[in-house]
C-alpha cells in the first residue's frame, strides 16, 4: 500500500522558517515527480512547489518563489519543504503528492494530475 506522510507543520511567527518533510512508503518514488500543494480554509487546493525525479529540476508558485525550496532524498525515498520568511497569508495544509508513473520532467501544476496524496500537515503563521 503506498503511503505518502507529512510532518514538521506547526505554528510559526511571521519571518520564521519550518521544514516541512513527506516520507513515503509502500514504493520507491525515486523515479517520480513530486509535488508540495496547499489549501487554507475555505480555498482550493493550490500548487507549491514541484521536483524532477533527480532534484535538478524545480518550479515554484509565484507567491512561494525565493522563500520555499523544494529538494529530495531518494536514498531516503522523501521529499522536503523548506520554508523561509513566513507569512500569515503561507497559512494553510500542506499536501504532498506523487504522480501515476515515472517521467522525467517537473510534476504538473493541477492537484488533478497526481495519483497519490498525504494527510496534510498544519503550518499556521501568526503571531
Known amino acids: 500500500q503506498v503511503q505518502l506522510v507529512e510532518s514538521g507543520g506547526g505554528l510559526v511567527q511571521p519571518g520564521g522558517s519550518l521544514r516541512l518533510s513527506c516520507a513515503a512508503s509502500g514504493r520507491t518514488f525515486s523515479s517520480y515527480p513530486m509535488g508540495w500543494f496547499r489549501q487554507a480554509p475555505g480555498k482550493e487546493r493550490v500548487f507549491v512547489a514541484t521536483?524532477?525525479?533527480?532534484?535538478?529540476?524545480?518550479l515554484y508558485a509565484d507567491v512561494v518563489k525565493g522563500r520555499f525550496t523544494i529538494s529530495r532524498d531518494n536514498g531516503k525515498n522523501t521529499v522536503y519543504l523548506q520554508m523561509s520568511s513566513l507569512k500569515p497569508e503561507d497559512t494553510a495544509i500542506y499536501y504532498c503528492?506523487?504522480?501515476?508513473?515515472?517521467?522525467?520532467?517537473?510534476?504538473?501544476?493541477?492537484?488533478?494530475?497526481?495519483?497519490?496524496w498525504g494527510q496534510g500537515t498544519q503550518v499556521t503563521v501568526s503571531s
Open positions: 521536483i524532477n525525479w533527480s532534484g535538478i529540476s524545480t
Open positions: 503528492a506523487a504522480v501515476y508513473r515515472p517521467a522525467d520532467g517537473l510534476g504538473p501544476q493541477s492537484p488533478g494530475q497526481y495519483a497519490y
